[in-house]
T-cell receptor, first 115, second 115 residues
Framework: GNSVTQMEGPVTLSEEAFLTINCTYTATGYPSLFWYVQYPGEGLQLLLKATKADDKGSNKGFEATYRKETTSFHLEKGSVQVSDSAVYFCALRPLPNFGNEKLTFGTGTRLTIIP | DAGVTQSPTHLIKTRGQQVTLRCSPKSGHDTVSWYQQALGQGPQFIFQYYEEEERQRGNFPDRFSGHQFPNYSSELNVNALLLGDSALYLC??????????????FGPGTRLTVL
């Protein structure tokens, strides 16, 4: 079946440090890949997505590239801010077909940025 | 443009009771999915509704049931509550089945505590 493996947390960084959160997946075909962010006490917000190999998703300074050869979708940011402190979830959705819409999530990575 | 809304925000029940959670999808969306997020875990897919029918179901017992109304809003019902049902319940909406929209948008969730 489909699965997502995320970098174990928690991750603690100083402000302006470089961030990488690793994500690898197992799926048949070409799934769509997503990063969602969850701030304390809130639901999930879509951060970025990529729908085919070599696509780069980007938003708010975060980037992730869909690597089919390594089945990875690592999240990166060049200079993190305190406001980036949250839990980050990598997720996949299988190749679209009728009745197969569900997202499969990783376990999440808690990120804390220290001023 | 209203996003996905859920009610109530918090709920406390005792074992054996029944609970109903509600969700209104984002404007223009007609597909609703429900997820359970246990503390410290990623969301797990419960089921999805489209055209007032359950289209896909995850590995959850029959105690979990749902409904979708003609206005696309949805309810999640859980019977015979167990302590292990304590979690954040997330609703996500999207536009149509696969091929129309690739992105699910999440509500803020309902925090259910079972005592």
């Amino acid at each position: 079946g489909n699965s997502v493996t995320q970098m174990e947390g928690p991750v603690t960084l100083s402000e302006e440090a470089f961030l990488t959160i690793n994500c690898t997946y197992t799926a048949t075909g070409y799934p769509s890949l997503f990063w969602y962010v969850q701030y304390p006490g809130e639901g999930l917000q879509l951060l970025l997505k990529a729908t085919k190999a070599d696509d780069k998703g980007s938003n708010k300074g975060f980037e992730a590239t869909y690597r089919k050869e390594t089945t990875s979708f690592h999240l990166e940011k060049g200079s993190v801010q305190v406001s980036d402190s949250a839990v980050y979830f990598c997720a996949l959705r299988p190749l679209p077909n009728f009745g197969n819409e569900k997202l499969t999530f990783g376990t999440g990575t808690r990120l804390t940025i220290i001023p | 443009d209203a996003g996905v809304t859920q009610s109530p925000t918090h709920l406390i029940k005792t074992r054996g009771q029944q609970v109903t959670l509600r969700c209104s999808p984002k404007s223009g969306h007609d597909t609703v999915s429900w997820y359970q997020q246990a503390l410290g875990q990623g969301p797990q897919f419960i089921f999805q509704y489209y055209e007032e029918e359950e289209r896909q179901r995850g590995n959850f017992p029959d105690r979990f049931s749902g409904h979708q109304f003609p206005n696309y809003s949805s309810e999640l019902n859980v019977n015979a509550l167990l302590l292990g049902d304590s979690a954040l319940y997330l609703c996500a909406s999207s536009a149509g089945l696969a091929g129309v929209s690739d992105t699910q948008y999440f509500g803020p969730g309902t925090r259910l505590t079972v005592l």
